[in-house]
């Protein structure tokens, strides 16, 4: 593929990361708004969103499929338009079952583009050979520091469903936009990608499936710790820190710069220090931040902690899914992603679950235990080579 193509292959998958990350993040900064219309417990709102996370995780495991029938930039536009038109769809329900059935919708969409364009993303990455897959993160990230920060200004004086369906209008001109450039680059070959055919084979060995999944259970400790600031970040900092809306908001609007942040240094980090040494230093930061954002009696504080858990949390699931990809191609990153949005199917119920046994703070320490187990997990594998 010549270069040109390349370029404007990139600046397409980069368009549609970031607008990922504002559909959803405009989403989770309206929970507490969307928890009070629905009138329930926190143990209800957890089952509520394991929605998103079960709509994702069973469209997860049938994109790989898809992704090498159709491409994996037709099945990105596709479920795009599709996130776009059901994020406006939770406001207008009423009782935590009918949440719950409108997120699968929205949970499904979210899962499919998130397998999509991570696939076209590792064959870019093998293409240019330059690991560049934080930056496709980061445009994530920064998609949801936009939508987090939109979503704090407005929480105040616009209602969720105004707030949620015009994100749906914003997000449906940029699928058209950048979904016509995507379309007319023609899906990354093998040889393209720097790989040979003859070497697919030995992709579906048993030691290459469990290194796939060993490299999924890292993303399924980093999803975990995303999901959870997504879903509670906001609502520990209103319950138990007294923040206003537009405070508490601000929480997750401070985790998504971090983390942009982090993932804009990605490559540099990675170009420098390895993969190994690069998820050793991020998982042990995150474990830190978490406690401290989870445990902190101030809000600066906890705002702070939340900070530094993104810087820390920034690479290590970019890096579990490339290196999935790069070991088994499309569906080396529905594996891994599957796992690794297990860890969103895991975090809303358990966390709400704790909460109610425990406490909300309790309960968000969690993330800081498995992002120790994912720095464990990333030394165990420093020897592996995905090529």
């Known amino acids: 593929m010549p270069g040109t193509d390349l370029v404007r292959l990139r600046l397409a998958l980069t368009a549609f990361f970031a607008l ?34 079960a709509g994702a995780v069973v469209t997860m495991t049938l994109t790989g499929r898809l992704c090498r029938r159709y491409g994996s930039h037709l099945v990105t536009v596709v ?4 996130l776009c038109l059901s994020v406006g769809l939770p406001p207008l329900t009423h009782s935590a079952a009918a949440l719950g059935a409108v997120l699968l919708l929205f949970g499904a969409a979210y899962g499919g583009i998130n397998v999509a364009f991570n696939s076209a993303a590792v064959d870019l990455v093998a293409a240019l050979r330059r690991p560049i897959m934080p930056s496709f993160h ?5 998609g949801g520091m936009i939508g987090a920060g939109l979503g704090a200004l407005v929480a105040g004086s616009v209602s969720p469903t105004r707030h949620l369906w015009g994100l749906a209008v914003v997000g449906l001109l940029v699928t058209a936009v950048a979904g016509r450039a995507l379309m007319r680059c023609e899906p990354l070959t093998p040889a393209d990608a720097g790989r040979s055919e003859p070497s697919a084979p030995r992709r579906t060995d048993r030691r290459t499936r469990a290194l796939v999944i060993v490299f999924g259970l890292i993303a399924l400790c980093t999803a975990y710790g995303e999901g959870a600031l997504a879903d509670w970040g906001a609502l520990h900092l209103e319950e138990d820190l007294d923040a206003s809306p537009g405070a508490a908001a601000v929480g997750y609007s401070l985790f998504a710069l971090a983390m942009t942040a982090g993932r804009l240094s990605g490559t540099t980090l990675l170009e420098r220090l390895g993969r190994t040494r690069t998820v050793l230093a991020g998982g042990s930061t995150a474990a830190a931040g978490m406690l401290l954002g989870a445990l902190a ?20 699931f970019p890096v579990a899914i490339e290196r999935a990809g790069a070991l088994a191609g499309p569906s080396g990153v529905a594996t891994a992603s599957t796992l690794g949005y297990g860890g969103m199917l895991l975090g809303p119920p358990a966390i709400g679950f704790m909460a109610d046994w425990f406490s909300l703070p309790a309960a968000l320490t969690s993330v800081a235990v498995l992002a120790a187990v994912a720095t464990a997990i990333g030394f165990a594998t420093r020897r592996v080579n995905t090529g």
């Open 20 to 53: 990922d990350g504002f559909v959803f993040a405009g989403w989770v900064v309206r929970i507490p708004a969307i928890k009070e219309q629905t009138g329930a417990s926190a143990s209800a709102l957890g089952l509520a969103l394991l929605g998103v996370s």
């Open 79 to 82: 479920c795009a338009v599709v």
């Open 297 to 316: 009696p101030s809000l600066w504080a906890a705002l702070l902690g939340y900070a530094v858990t993104g810087l820390g949390l920034a690479n290590l």
């Open 138 to 142: 980061a445009a994530f990230s920064l």
